[in-house]
Nanobody, 116 residues
Framework: VPVVESGGGLVQPGGSLRLSCATS????????MSWYRQAPGQGREFLAS???????LYADSVQGRFTISRDNAANTVYLQMDSLKPEDTAVYFC???????????WGRGTQVTVSS
């Protein structure tokens, strides 16, 4: 499986989690690496990604609370999530989109539940 997310779980409001997106079979610097999430009954929502110039972009809903990072040597992307809220409850997905040929990989997701 080219992309595998991990690190989800149950956390109390205000808590933190760090998600990992481990890749295999390709190098992440050739891809736009992004995080998305999907809550029950809703569409998939963009959260964060790196631009071609290595600038991190964030959705307004997570700006200041979530941080995307990556380890090119390990071909892994992370999403540090702080100050979690119940509305952050969703399945979180990692996406790899090749910069030039459009090849796209999605992981199967990892569940994050924020509840007291």
């Amino acid at each position: 499986v080219p992309v595998v997310e991990s690190g989800g779980g149950l956390v109390q409001p205000g808590g933190s989690l760090r998600l990992s997106c481990a890749t295999s079979g390709f190098t992440i610097d050739a891809y736009e690496m992004s995080w998305y999430r999907q809550a029950p009954g809703q569409g998939r929502e963009f959260l964060a990604s790196f631009t071609a110039t290595d600038i991190a972009l964030y959705a307004d809903s997570v700006q200041g609370r979530f941080t995307i990072s990556r380890d090119n040597a390990a071909n892994t992307v992370y999403l540090q999530m702080d100050s979690l809220k119940p509305e952050d409850t969703a399945v979180y997905f990692c996406r790899a989109l090749h910069w030039t040929n459009g090849v796209t990989y999605w992981g199967r997701g990892t569940q994050v539940t924020v509840s007291s």
